[in-house]
T-cell receptor, first 123, second 114 residues
Framework: GAVVSQHPSWVICKSGTSVKIECRSLDFQATTMFWYRQFPKQSLMLMAT?????????EQGVEKDKFLINHASLTLSTLTVTSAHPEDSSFYIC???????????????????FGPGTRLTVL | AQSVSQHNHHVILSEAASLELGCNYSYGGTVNLFWYVQYPGQHLQLLLKYFSGDPLVKGIKGFEAEFIKSKFSFNLRKPSVQWSDTAEYFCAVKGNQAGTALIFGKGTTLSVSS
């Protein structure tokens, strides 16, 4: 259980074009999904938090008009890189929040499960 | 500021050696702690997690981690590594409120020679 997919797994595009990346939770509903960016040999940098039915929350320094996020259903979030440039080339990873129910004492035990990532190369 | 520090950037071990990867965090309030692993060419997978209760948590593939609240640490251990444990390991922390995002450490590359 708790499987997250991403599509496409890799994409090459010309500078100035837009690219859409899909993130799906396959066997659970996710009211919250997260988008990360990973540079080679570095950690994951959170870009934005995507909430179903509402606007995404972007981290400081992330251009919301460039990285459009739509979370239209409980199993799908999309990231659109608009007018892509070579500096946008990166590995984009999504995660979906899986709620495993409340433990004793009402403790929240939500866990994020990650997609396989999308390699974007902008020429 | 909220942050996660992984002390070891690259660890090289022989098979059967014991492993301990350090993780310290800075975060106000009650935390949830995670270790993720990324095998070469694969996506991030959850190794283990701590939410509450017994501070010694056991995960998949023989890994365990101990939460020491007084030291703000969550070190990952394995008594005997295998070649297949070669991967990138990430420690992560989040607040225990619903829907908060993960903060990742920079990762530790583990190379195991056979």
């Amino acid at each position: 259980g708790a499987v997250v997919s991403q599509h496409p797994s890799w994409v090459i595009c010309k500078s100035g074009t837009s690219v859409k990346i899909e993130c799906r939770s396959l066997d659970f509903q996710a009211t919250t999904m997260f988008w990360y960016r990973q540079f080679p040999k570095q950690s994951l940098m959170l870009m934005a938090t995507s909430n179903e039915g509402s606007k995404a929350t972007y981290e400081q320094g992330v251009e919301k008009d460039k990285f459009l996020i739509n979370h239209a259903s409980l199993t799908l979030s999309t990231l659109t890189v608009t007018s892509a440039h070579p500096e946008d080339s990166s590995f984009y990873i999504c995660s979906a929040r899986y709620m495993s129910g409340l433990a004793g004492g009402g403790y929240n035990t939500d866990t994020q499960y990650f997609g396989p990532g999308t390699r974007l190369t902008v020429l | 500021a909220q942050s996660v520090s992984q002390h070891n950037h690259h660890v090289i071990l022989s098979e059967a050696a014991s492993l301990e990867l350090g993780c310290n965090y800075s975060y106000g309030g009650t935390v949830n702690l995670f270790w993720y692993v990324q095998y070469p060419g694969q996506h991030l997978q959850l190794l283990l997690k701590y939410f509450s209760g017994d501070p010694l948590v056991k995960g998949i593939k023989g890994f365990e981690a101990e939460f020491i609240k007084s030291k703000f640490s969550f070190n990952l251990r394995k008594p005997s590594v295998q070649w297949s444990d070669t991967a990138e390991y990430f420690c992560a922390v989040k607040g225990n409120q619903a829907g908060t995002a993960l903060i990742f450490g920079k990762g530790t590359t583990l190379s195991v020679s056979s």
